[in-house]
């Protein structure tokens, strides 16, 4: 992959500059055509539409349809123009120099310059909550208004990715850079250059956005507008979108609703796509709590967790297995490391080492096991299953219910806990999403999703270190591979599924976000097949 993110060929410039590139997972319809309003369906609240300073897929959702990025990405991981007409990464990995489209604009009718990508590129450093992801930048120079050149403290193998819509928006500097940006009245009254301009907010119950008619790509966006609406619960969101209210609804992870929405007419149903999310479901351990410091205890619990009656019957066949840290539908996944197969066995022959020996009752330990409160599927039903599933190796499991994601988020940052249900996202590459569970750098207390665990390998954070500045996609991908198989053997955490997200639309709805990135992209090729 690390090949392809360092060139582009001719022909999508050109395809560019023609607004013809195909960018979206189902690829260019002929002739598209203009006109029309799309709701899209969200259970999520943006608390402001700032990418640059916030993560999450309701401010991304909004964020890429307001704001444009130096690149954008396919549904096979390669990186397109978008601000950038073209780029190149220095023979060293030291800088990558980007040349902007001339003539483009922020709503506001100012031209978009290389002042205004430094001025995003270190805001995004200072202020967004993935610290490793532009941690190598350590500046950013502007030889002409068209040319930005990123300058790096060591190559950075993840710098291209994280160009993404989702993770750099391009911030007009005359807007945000007076004051303190995190109470810049412009994060609820955005400004930016992508297809769509903010129209209005109310908030809790919708925003509007309306086509850019200066947007930079000649003829895009096809819609008038993108209404989100916000739908309270999941349950009433899917019977808008049954009803026909909703047109198209991202994310939908529900085993009952995917399979309710499977069944209803004129609606398709997508898993393809969203793939640089990589949303993992696994339990976690406190690696510092006895018995679970041991990782014999670790590995014995994953040996007595049947995986595959998780996927089948709790999942009802909707979601991936996950064998491992990062994600398989990245490059860089390997399912060669151990699979913790069930087997109660083995199990058990790992509990009688660590010395964890039956009572007279049959029990040999007894622990918690915490979920995120919502997570119903994937959840709640894991952990209530882990309790008659564990008892025959004699463990018993008292499951702990949090009432609200904030106390449940206490709990885990502040190491209250034994084992925890969680679910976290790769974001495209190690090096922004993965890293941070797993480096001792990184135990912080009070702070959620980080390494919650405490794990502790010297042997990881230096694979980790080495990987985050190789270039070379072959030793990259080797490190890695060393990376998981080190981590799933210790089994700080068993990982358990792939989260299913599926993307929901109404069939006559024509090339629907499908990319890597999923709705977190902008919506300009999308449009209404009217006949």
Avoid: C
């Amino acid at each position: 992959m690390l090949n392809r993110l360092k060139q582009f060929t001719l022909a999508a410039a050109v395809a560019l500059a023609l607004g013809a590139t195909a960018l979206g997972g189902t690829g260019a319809q002929a002739a598209p055509e203009d006109g029309g309003t799309l709701v899209v369906g969200t259970t999520q609240v943006p608390r402001h539409f700032n990418g640059a300073i916030q993560s999450g897929q309701a401010t991304a959702l909004a964020s890429t349809q307001i704001f444009a990025s130096p690149l954008r990405y396919d549904a096979q991981w390669n990186p397109q123009p978008y601000l950038a007409k073209s780029w190149e990464v220095a023979a060293d990995g030291l800088s990558v120099t980007l040349h902007l489209v001339e003539g483009a604009t922020f709503h506001d009718g100012q031209p978009i310059t290389s002042a205004d990508v430094k001025f995003s590129i270190m805001t995004i450093k200072k202020n967004h909550p993935f610290t490793t992801m532009l941690a190598p930048v350590t500046d950013v120079e502007t030889p002409d208004p068209q040319t930005a050149v990123i300058r790096l403290a060591h190559p950075h193998p993840a710098l291209l990715l994280a160009m993404s819509p989702a993770l750099m928006p391009i911030l007009p500097e005359h807007v945000y850079g007076q004051g303190d940006i995190q109470s810049n009245p412009a994060n609820l009254k955005p400004v930016g250059s992508g297809p769509f301009m903010f129209e209005e907010y109310k908030q809790g119950e919708y925003y509007k956005l309306k086509k850019n008619p200066t947007f930079f790509i000649k003829g895009r966006p096809y819609l008038d507008e993108v209404i989100v609406q916000i739908v309270g619960d999941p349950t009433s969101m899917v019977l808008s979108m049954r009803r026909g209210d909703i047109d198209l609804v991202p994310y939908v992870t529900a085993v009952r609703d995917i399979q309710m929405l499977q069944k209803t007419e004129g609606l398709t149903v997508s898993d393809k796509g969203s793939d640089g999310f990589g949303a993992l479901n696994w339990l976690a351990f406190n690696t510092k709590k006895p018995p679970f410091d041991n990782p014999d205890v670790r590995r014995a619990i994953g040996y007595a967790i049947d995986k595959k009656f998780i996927l089948e019957r709790l999942l009802g066949g909707v979601a991936q297995r996950a064998y491992g840290p990062i994600v398989p539908s990245s490059p860089l996944a390997t399912d060669q490391v151990e699979h913790y197969d069930v087997d109660l066995a083995r199990a058990k022959e790992l509990l009688d080492k660590a010395g964890l020996k039956p009572d007279a009752n049959g029990v040999r330990l007894k622990m918690a096991a915490d979920y995120i409160p919502g997570f119903t599927d994937q959840g709640r039903n894991i952990v209530e299953y882990l309790r008659t599933q564990l008892r025959q190796v004699g463990i018993e499991v008292e499951v702990r219910n949090s009432p609200d994601f904030p106390t449940w988020a206490q709990r885990i940052s502040n190491y209250d806990f034994d084992v925890t249900q969680d679910s976290v996202y790769n974001w495209g590459d190690p090096v922004i999403g993965v890293n941070r569970t797993y480096l001792s750098s990184n135990i912080r207390k009070g702070v959620i999703w980080s390494n919650t665990q405490q794990y502790s390998n010297p042997e990881v954070d230096r694979i980790l270190e080495e990987a985050g500045q190789e270039m070379d996609p072959a030793k990259r991908a080797a490190l890695y591979a060393e990376f998981q198989k080190i981590v799933v053997d210790d089994a700080p955490i068993l990982f358990l599924n792939v989260t299913p997200f599926n993307t929901v639309y109404k069939s006559n709805l024509k090339n629907p976000p499908l990319t890597i990135w999923g709705a977190a992209s902008p919506f300009d090729e999308v449009y209404w097949d009217k006949k």
